[in-house]
């Protein structure tokens, strides 16, 4: 990493490069050695893990090779690397000093083409008096055909001094005015790859920002869409489901804003959407957390688990095939173009649904307080006999207050709901990996009873056997650790934050 040897600018829109390219040759003595087109491609996650992160991660052609360049969190700038081809996955990563952060960035989400930019690179050399090479100029110039983005300047020292090279540097910004970029692109991923968020106006009309939450959630669905039906990246499925789980709370708990029948026909149609991913998802999960769970047992028992791994990729590759049905299917695709009809549709002048005309801000508020209070009185009713199904039901309840939280977030203070949605969020972990460790307990009672029909040895099922006992223990402890952390999250000093930021004033006599 050479950040103190290396400065990025960009140029102001009335600078004329080709008065720059003059002035480095005539006025600071560089040399042209000439000019190529570069297309430079933009990579990150589906969901921009490396954008939000601060991390810019790009390729573009290198001779014969391509170089991966990165930009870091606060300006660091790595030196490029080569590789023969895009890394895919985490574990294709060059070896870097970037690699660490960004493959734990990434986890298991591939590394996908974001929009890029073409540009003409002019590059120059400065030497010493035997021909040495003491510092690089490059003059990026987008194509008129790249998106709007800036001329970018970038010198980097090669064989020379911090003093001669931030004097040079000085010399030439101060000539003409160059204001100093974000080194490596970073700016561009920003412009290029960013994704808006859902915009609420807190006086808008319920109905109206109803459907741009509904609207916002359907356009993730549709991002996610092609990735499902060409798995290659599982991560598009859970997100997919996301926003599948994030559109029927938002039908269900943003009530009274659209008319009775449209509301139960799309929370059907949406509950259904939710059915069909469950068990491709499931088993998605089970085999991305398949060696975590081996290495969980002795060594000697690694190569018995090979017969679950192989039944679990059976029934993955059908139950995708089953979802993909689904969503090819004429009857999704008739229910898709009649919800996008319906989140379109002008809202009426006069609305039948009760609370349609109502500021959103004043239903966020009655919504999130009565389902807050609910949480608290499904927590506090459970005792140590209590059925599990009590804390599932405790589990979905906190869910779909989490979601409404998220999705009113920006009409409160992010000082005041922002720890708020955190205690929760800490509330839910607990619940879902209760429900998760109950799931699995199933979900291994039916694979070795599968694999006991087809004769699968005997090492094998011993080592389910194992995998029970350690979900078995695990269940245990969350549910004994369960009246503690409940109690955490329904603290008299939470229950006070939650009063004053969301219930609703007292109507007057």
């Known amino acids: 990493m050479s950040d103190l040897l290396r400065s990025e600018f960009a140029l102001p829109s009335h600078a004329n490069p080709a008065e720059l390219a003059d002035a480095l040759e005539q006025a600071f003595g560089f040399l042209p050695q000439g000019r190529r087109r570069l297309e430079r491609v933009y990579y990150d996650s589906f969901d921009g893990r490396l954008r939000r992160a601060g991390f810019g991660y790009a390729i573009e052609p290198d001779g014969d090779a391509l170089a991966v360049w990165v930009a870091g969190p606060g300006g660091a700038w790595y ?33 996908l ?166 068990e491709p998802r499931d088993l998605d999960v089970y085999l991305l957390d398949f060696e975590r769970h081996r290495e969980a047992l002795p060594e000697a028992w690694h190569g018995e688990l090979e017969p679950l791994r192989a039944l679990l990729r059976e029934r993955a590759a059908a139950a995708h095939a089953r979802l993909n049905d689904y969503l090819k299917s004429p009857g999704y695709r008739s229910m898709a173009r009649q919800w996008e009809r319906f989140l379109h549709r002008e809202p009426p002048a006069r609305p039948t649904a009760p609370q349609a005309a109502l500021p959103i801000r004043a239903l966020a508020g009655r919504r999130i307080w009565k389902l807050y209070r609910r949480v608290v009185a499904e927590g506090l009713a459970i005792e140590p006999a209590s059925p599990a199904d009590r804390l599932h039901e405790l589990r979905k309840t906190a869910k779909k207050l989490r979601y409404l939280l998220e999705f009113f977030r920006e009409l409160y203070p992010p000082e005041r709901i922002d720890p ?47 995998l029970l006992d350690r979900r078995y223990n695990h269940e245990r402890r969350l549910r004994e650790d369960f009246p503690d952390c409940f109690a955490g999250f329904a603290a008299a000093g939470r229950r006070r934050k939650f009063r004053r930021l969301f219930k609703p004033a007292a109507k007057p006599l």
Request: aromatic letters at 6%; one cysteine or more.
């Open 79 to 111: 030196e490029p690397v080569a590789v023969a081809a895009p890394p895919r996955f985490a574990q294709d990563l060059p070896s870097a000093p970037w690699r660490g952060p960004v493959a734990a960035l990434l986890d298991c989400r591939a590394l």
């Open 420 to 466: 708020l949605i955190k205690a929760l969020k800490g509330l839910q972990e607990h619940l879902g990996a209760y429900q998760d460790a109950q799931a699995q307990i199933g979900q291994l009672r039916d694979f070795a009873e599968a694999l006991r029909a087809t004769g699968a040895p005997t090492g094998t099922l011993l080592a389910l056997g194992a």
């Open 113 to 278: 083409p974001r929009p890029g930019i073409a540009l003409v690179r002019e590059m120059f050399v400065w030497e010493d008096a035997a021909g040495e090479a003491l510092m690089r100029a490059e003059l990026d110039i987008p194509a008129l055909e790249a998106p709007p983005l800036p001329v970018r300047l970038r010198l980097v020292a090669v064989g020379c001094g911090h003093k001669r090279f931030r004097h040079t540097v000085v010399a030439v910004s101060g000539r003409f005015g160059l204001e100093p970029a974000p080194v490596g692109g970073r700016a561009e991923v920003s412009e290029l790859s960013g994704v808006a968020g859902c915009r609420l106006d807190p006086a808008e009309r319920a109905d109206v920002a109803a459907k741009r939450i509904l609207a916002a959630q359907w356009a993730a669905i549709r991002r996610n869409e092609a990735g499902v039906l060409d798995p290659i990246d599982t991560e598009f499925l859970h997100d997919f489901r996301v926003a599948v789980r994030r559109t029927r709370a938002a039908l269900g708990q943003i009530k009274g804003v659209f008319p009775a029948a449209a509301t139960l026909r799309y929370a059907q149609a949406f509950a259904e959407l939710g059915r069909v991913t469950g």
